[in-house]
């Protein structure tokens, strides 16, 4: 079995355009979340979000390249560029041939669907623009990611909901370790913000209309969030060959399925996951320093990854420090397992743990150090990255300092 | 119909009973709706008359709303429609 290790990062979210903006944001306890702004936002009853804010596709993108990405897909070329231009790989040759994208969303263009029903549904129209099905596409990202960086190798786009980023990420750290690819471009994106996007999601009354407050006890429900993320997962020796900067070491992961509930989260099914992982990594759970919960602020979710956390890592539990960033970015839903492993990055990399912001009082049920509302210094060796979607579908990611 | 009545039978589809089976002293959990249940019982509530409850599954007790049982929730919606007018 191959090692891999993470040689580009890239981000566009709420918190900022960049990895070093977010970095600095999270450092900051910065929150990314405010008043959504969108035609027909005033139909809603959740108005917050966090969206991210001045991006110009225009001048980024070039006319025939507009008419083709939905905003899923801007973003994550905008992610992509930066992680690939950060690992220094330019795929040619065999290399070319065999990298390639696994990618999660679960939306893929909700806004084109958005738009083209409103067209033809509340303004009348019988003809909508001939781009439409490959603008929405859940695979567009992932294609354009491929076409862009002329990577030919297995790419497809992986959707399972909250957990779609952890779940392509896996998928992609499976075949760079088995040895199938070289290199793989990974991680996901989402665009949900626009009024059906946000409307769906308001009929299953677990929104919050003020703030995502993940652990706390007066939390009321989880945020949308939008953005992407994009890494570069490549073989270690590959990357070492040719004298990469690695920004950490990618060394498990696990998936499971509760089998249970279309949505309510299940212990025992994100207890599987978690130790999943340790197991898949051959590491103890003692080596675990920090773990980037789901942590989404719902009254549900808050309490059972607790309970799984404590199951999982017995008397561990109380030394290792868990943090959830949906509170200052949202919650990215397909995308959000890629924008959350920077956490666990800056973890690794920087010694510096991302707060669990606006957190007020504390939950018996939520008993462990989710470090509150600053950001901390602290060395870490090994961190996890926990996504737990709807569906019961779970996927945990194990990474090392390198 | 009542709005009693309407809520009853709204409820009972629900739960899969005959809205003879609904007592006004039934609570939610006794009648087996689940939470999910719950927040469709409440949508069907909300479509039939035309009003918007306050819920919020995170925490189903913080509003004025009282679901603690079949009465409980009548009088809730009786109160709403009356403001409507």
């Known amino acids: ?402 | 119909m009542s709005i009693q009545d309407r809520v009853i039978a709204i409820i009972a589809e629900q739960a899969v009973l005959d809205p003879a089976d609904v007592t006004l002293e039934s609570s939610l959990d006794d009648l087996g709706i689940t939470s999910l249940g719950l927040v469709e019982s409440i949508f069907a509530i909300e479509e039939e008359f035309d009003i918007s409850i306050p819920f919020n599954a995170n925490e189903p007790t913080a509003s004025d709303f009282d679901i603690s049982s079949v009465a409980a929730i009548v009088k809730g919606i009786e109160s709403l429609v009356a403001q409507k007018v």
């Open chain 1, 1 to 402: 079995m191959k090692r891999v290790v993470i040689t580009g990062a890239g981000t566009i979210n709420a918190l900022g355009h960049s990895v070093p903006e977010t970095f600095e944001a999270m450092r900051e306890g910065r929150c990314g979340i405010g008043p959504l702004e969108f035609r027909d936002v005033d139909r809603l009853a959740i108005r917050i979000g966090g969206q991210v804010r001045d991006f110009e596709a225009e001048g980024r993108f070039n006319r025939q390249q507009m008419t083709l990405y939905d905003r899923f897909t801007q973003f994550t070329l905008a992610a992509a560029q930066e992680a690939i231009t950060q690992s220094g790989l330019e795929f040619q040759g065999d290399l070319a041939a065999r990298s390639g994208v696994v990618l999660g969303t679960a939306g893929g263009g909700v806004s084109t669907w958005d738009d083209n029903y409103r067209a033809v549904y509340e303004e009348g129209k019988n003809r909508v623009h001939p781009f439409v099905v490959p603008k929405l596409m859940n695979n567009a990202a992932a294609s354009h990611v491929s076409m862009e960086y002329n990577l030919k190798g297995p790419s497809f786009t992986v959707s399972t909901a909250c957990a779609s980023s952890n779940h392509a990420m896996a998928q992609a750290f499976a075949m760079v370790r088995s040895g199938m690819a070289p290199a793989m471009v990974t991680g996901g994106s989402e665009s949900m913000l626009c009024f059906g996007g946000v409307k769906a999601w308001e009929g299953l009354r677990v929104m919050s209309k003020d703030a995502c407050r993940p652990f706390s006890l007066n939390r009321n429900g989880m945020v949308q969030g939008e953005g992407a993320g994009v890494f570069v997962f490549e073989e270690y020796e590959h990357a070492r060959a040719r004298g990469a900067e690695i920004l950490c070491e990618v060394i498990g992961y696990a998936m499971s399925s509760d089998a249970a509930d279309i949505v309510m989260p299940s212990k025992q099914g994100a207890a599987r996951a978690m130790a999943g992982a340790l197991a898949d990594a051959r590491i103890d759970r003692s080596e675990v320093g920090y773990i980037n919960a789901h942590g989404t602020g719902t009254a549900a979710n808050d309490k059972t990854e607790c309970a799984a956390v404590a199951d999982v890592f017995g008397p561990q539990a109380d030394k290792l420090m868990i943090s959830s960033t949906k509170s200052m970015h949202g919650h990215l839903i397909g995308g959000t397992g890629a924008v959350e492993l920077l956490a666990c990055i800056m973890a690794l990399r920087d010694g510096v743990i991302a707060p669990t912001i606006g957190y007020e009082e504390p939950d018996p049920e939520c008993a462990l150090d989710v470090v509150p509302n600053t950001a901390r210094e602290a060395r870490v060796e090994v961190a996890l990255s926990n996504a737990f979607a709807f569906g019961g579908l779970n996927a945990v990611i194990a990474l090392r300092r390198i």
